[in-house]
Each structure stands twice: as structure tokens, then as C-alpha cells.
């Protein structure tokens, strides 16, 4: 029986990162859906109509059934009762009905037909909803942009369905071992998917010359489909890895409401959770409206049309060297022998230079903004490892808000003073994005692998379940928010590039500094009843 355990799938290194990759891709996949119409904001309001109200409506819609409904809490209680394999293929299920639903709302096919009419006349008052002045809908809402939440609802379901998923599915593979460094390198390589959605997304909605939105969500849509045949695979698996054990699937015991009273009377269990909605928050919203926020800060000139950088060619050859990129500076994480370690991290930064400075030829508001995750593929792992073997979690998720309302508030006020100067603001604007890319690692990296430390392993699924569901009121409020303060701060701008984002970005700085105080909050509690938060993984 030792010799059986010995040679399990998740013993062997290269099964469980294999396991791990199957998850991450999905997730990768997953992460380009969830910001489709980010860098496209501007076509969606001068094909569609969509002003910031309703593409902030819109966006904030994919967590709205999560939250209102407690979708993520039944996600959690599935995830505990059915296991891991059978939750993964469900989510990829459900994100991929949703998608098809979105796509269908941008279509052209939509323009005209009965079910825009049905749409432009229904759901413009929602009982108790409305009253409470969290409806998903609001008179006067574009009928496609009501039709896209709705998709983008069940979207959001299986997203972070698959998202808590694949949080219980690491700790099940990596538990004992490397769990840190796996948390950290899914991350890098789901959020790999941020930047590829931000080139790739309105390289699509131009090409031939023609603007179509919705061939960017169809491309959205393809790789949904990849997605779940990811999760497939990975089911069976699992599956193998539980028949060589002789155990059932690691499912936990009964739910039971008395479980979550136990969670939730955990002092240090509501501060990871707060933190995690605080600085959440300040992201993803952000992500959302960032490109529109270069394009109103930058002065951007488009090429000449018929030169190299405006062609559809650099498109491609821009995200290949953003893989070397990621590649280089990912693989440098894993290498023992230094000469190789240091000769990928200098092909990656040379990389990251050629990279930076195709985004500035091209004089693209996306591009640019697509280095974001760059700096996190890099460091990720190496802060996934540095938790795993020295600790330290606590203090990286303050450094991370310093890092966080640093930035932000650099967008805000110092940015805006480089407009005109086509070379200075690009500059700001890339190392802004960059600093911000390496808080987005301390926080994710240091953040979910502490969760294990603060419940009972027991309840796991349904601790996951319950953060997501406090960072969902987070994700689905701000997008709203930061629309509507757009729309109130500019009330007669009617060009989508001249908006002034000084008072949003104010506003995403606040919750870095609410996130700052309850991370030193934290490294009191930790100190105080030894969580071990600071303590490393491995033993």
C-alpha cells in the first residue's frame, strides 16, 4: 500500500503540474471572456450606444446571480458535496451558455429582431430589486446590453464557480507540497489571459477593415469551448488519481448551515475577506475601464495606414514576443542552474523592452495597457515560492496596497499631467501598469494560500465559496459605480476619448487604503493568535 501511495499521479511532479495546466488553461480562457468588451469600450458605445452607464451596468451584471442570488454559496455547497471533477465540468458548462448568449446580444442578427423589441420593452423594473437600487436593468438600457447581462449573469455563474474550483482542485494536488507556487502560477497564467484579451480583442472587432464587436466576443466564445475540453480532460484525471488511491472522490462531509456559522465567526477568516473584496475591487473594476482611461489621459497618434504598425501583421508578432515574455521569465523561476536562470530573465526583459516599445509605435491604448499582467507572470511563482518556504503572507498583502494606491493615484493625478507629451506619458503610463501588475502578484499570491491556515479543511469548498461571494459584491458594485461617476463628472462629453477619470480613479485609491488598514489589522491578529500567516508552508 506505501508503494501504491508512492506512485500516485499527484507524487509524481509532472502529473500534478499537468493537473495544474489543464486548470490554468482553462482559467486562462475564462480570464479573456470575462474582459472581452474592456478594451473595446469606445466601439460598444459608438455602434451600440452603450454609454458608460450601460457598459458599467453591463460589466457589473457577470457577479449579479452570485451575489443576489447566492449562487456562490450553492457553487461552494455543490463543490463539497459533488467533488472537484464534477464542479469543473459544470462551470465550464455553464460559462460557455452564457457566452453564447453575450455573443449573440452584440450580433448584428440581435439589431431588429423581436427579442431586441421584447428586450427594450420588458425588465426596465425589477421589483424589490429596484427599491433596494440594485437592479441589474434601469429604463433606457440599450435592449443589447440588457440581453449581454443577462448572459454575462450565467457567465459569471460557472466563472467563479470554476474559479473556487480550481482553488479546491490545487489544494487537493498540492497540499503538503509546492501549494503556494501552484496558487501563484495558475494565477500568472490565467491573468496571462488579461493581456492576450486586450490585443487580441480589438484586433478582431477591426479586422478586414470592417468594425464588428461581436466577432470579438465569438473569439471569446472559441476559446470557452477549449476551456471546458481543458476541464474534461482534467475530470478524468482526477478520477485516475482517485482509483489509484482506492479512496472516493475527496469529497467533504455533509454540508451543514452550522459550517458556515463556524467560518464566519472567524475573526482573521473576515479580514482575508474583507481585504480580498477591498482590493479586488480596485482591479478588476479598473481592468475594465483602463483602456478607455489611457486612450482619454494619452496623446495618441495612429499611424499611417499603410505602415507596419497599423497593419494587422504587428498585431500577431507583438503577442508572440509577449509570450517569449511570459515564457522566459516564467521557466527562469524553475531553473537551478544560475547561468540559465539569469540568461531567461534577460531574454524576457529584452523581450519586455522590444514589447514596450511595439506598444508605443503602434500608438495603442490596448497594447499598452496588455503589459499589465506581464510583470506577474514573472514574479508570481517567485512569490508563490518565497510563502512556501520563508512566509511572510501578511506583509506582502500590505505591500501590495501601498503598491496599489501608489498607482491609481499616479493614474489620477500624475498621468493626465503628461498629456501632450507623447513620449513622457507612455513612459508613466508602462511603469504604472507595471507596478500595478506586481501588486496584483503580492496580494493573489500571499492571500488564497493563507485561507488553508484560517478553516477547517473540512470546510474548505464553502470558505472559497463565501470570499468569492463577499469579493462578487465588490466586482459587482465598482464597475457600476465607476460608470455612473464618469457619466456624472462629464455630463456633456460625448466622445468616449475625452473623458476625465480623476474622481473614479480617487475612488479605487480609497479602497487601496481601506485594504492597507485591514492588512496591518491582520499582522496584529496573526501576532496576536499565531494563525501562522507569516509562517511558511513548507516545514
Not at 482553488?167 to 501552484?182: C, D, P, Q, T, Y
Not at 490585443?199 to 479586422?207: C, E, H, M, R
Not at 482573521?268 to 489621459?297: D, E, H, R, T
Request: proline fraction near 4%; charged fraction near 15%; glycine fraction near 8%.
Amino acid at each position: 500500500m506505501t508503494q501504491e501511495i508512492k506512485t500516485t499521479l499527484r507524487d509524481s511532479a509532472a502529473m500534478r503540474w499537468t493537473a495544474l495546466l489543464l486548470l490554468a488553461l482553462a482559467m486562462f480562457c475564462s480570464y479573456i471572456f470575462m474582459d472581452i468588451l474592456s478594451p473595446i469600450k469606445d466601439l460598444m458605445q459608438e455602434t451600440r450606444g452603450w454609454d458608460s452607464t450601460a457598459f458599467g451596468t453591463m460589466q457589473g451584471s457577470e457577479v449579479f446571480l452570485n451575489v443576489f442570488v447566492f449562487f456562490l454559496i450553492f457553487a461552494g455547497i455543490i463543490l463539497d458535496k459533488m467533488g472537484v471533477r464534477f464542479t469543473a465540468v459544470l462551470s465550464g458548462a455553464v460559462m460557455l451558455i452564457g457566452a453564447l448568449i453575450k455573443w449573440y446580444a452584440v450580433t448584428e442578427s440581435f439589431m431588429g429582431s423581436g427579442l431586441e423589441t421584447w428586450f427594450t420593452n420588458h425588465l426596465n423594473y425589477i421589483p424589490i430589486f429596484e427599491e433596494l437600487g440594485v437592479s441589474p436593468f434601469y429604463e433606457g438600457m440599450p435592449a443589447s446590453a440588457k440581453f449581454a447581462a443577462v448572459g454575462f449573469m450565467i457567465f459569471g455563474c460557472g466563472c467563479e464557480m470554476a474559479g473556487i474550483t480550481v482553488s479546491r482542485g490545487i489544494v487537493k494536488w498540492f497540499k503538503g507540497r509546492e501549494m503556494a507556487l501552484a496558487m501563484g502560477s495558475e494565477m500568472a497564467l490565467a491573468r496571462l489571459g488579461v493581456a492576450t484579451c486586450m490585443i487580441f480583442s480589438p484586433f478582431f472587432a477591426k479586422l478586414g477593415g470592417s468594425v464588428s464587436v461581436s466577432r470579438s466576443v465569438a473569439f471569446g466564445v472559441v476559446l470557452l469551448c477549449i476551456a471546458l475540453m481543458m476541464f474534461i480532460v482534467y475530470f478524468f484525471m482526477d478520477k485516475k488519481l482517485d482509483s489509484q488511491t482506492g479512496e472516493a472522490e475527496e469529497k467533504d462531509d455533509p454540508f451543514k448551515i452550522s459550517d458556515i456559522g463556524k467560518i464566519l465567526s472567524d475573526s482573521g477568516f473576515w479580514i482575508v475577506a474583507l481585504l480580498c473584496v477591498l482590493y479586488y475591487s480596485a482591479i478588476f473594476p479598473f481592468q475594465k475601464y483602463a483602456v478607455n482611461m489611457l486612450q482619454c489621459n494619452l496623446t495618441l497618434t495612429e499611424p499611417a495606414a499603410d505602415s507596419f504598425w497599423a497593419g494587422s501583421t504587428v498585431t500577431i508578432v507583438q503577442y508572440l514576443i509577449m509570450l517569449v515574455v511570459a515564457a522566459a521569465g516564467f521557466a527562469s523561476n524553475f531553473m537551478k542552474n544560475k547561468s540559465k536562470k539569469y540568461s531567461l530573465l534577460g531574454i524576457s526583459i529584452i523581450a519586455l523592452i522590444v514589447y514596450c516599445y511595439m506598444g508605443y509605435m503602434r500608438q495603442s491604448a490596448e497594447s499598452i495597457f496588455a503589459v499589465f499582467p506581464l510583470l506577474a507572470v514573472l514574479i508570481t511563482p517567485i512569490l508563490g515560492s518565497y510563502v512556501d518556504h520563508k512566509g511572510k503572507a501578511a506583509s506582502m498583502l500590505v505591500l501590495g496596497s501601498l503598491l496599489l494606491i501608489a498607482c491609481h493615484l499616479t493614474f489620477a493625478f500624475v498621468l493626465p499631467m503628461f498629456k501632450g507629451n507623447a513620449v513622457g506619458g507612455i513612459i508613466i503610463a508602462y511603469v504604472t501598469i507595471l507596478v500595478l501588475g506586481s501588486s496584483f502578484s503580492l496580494v493573489p499570491a500571499s492571500l488564497w494560500p493563507s485561507v488553508p491556515k484560517l478553516v477547517d479543511a473540512k470546510v474548505i469548498g464553502s470558505a472559497y465559496a463565501l470570499i468569492f461571494w463577499i469579493q462578487n459584491i465588490g466586482l459587482w458594485l465598482f464597475p457600476l459605480l465607476i460608470g455612473k461617476v464618469l457619466d456624472k463628472t462629464n455630463p456633456d462629453v460625448t466622445d468616449p476619448t475625452k473623458f476625465d477619470y480623476t474622481w473614479p480613479l480617487v475612488m479605487l485609491a480609497c479602497l487601496g487604503i481601506a485594504a492597507l488598514l485591514l492588512g496591518l489589522l491582520l499582522k496584529v491578529i496573526d501576532k496576536k493568535k499565531g494563525l501562522g500567516l507569516e509562517e511558511p508552508n513548507i516545514k
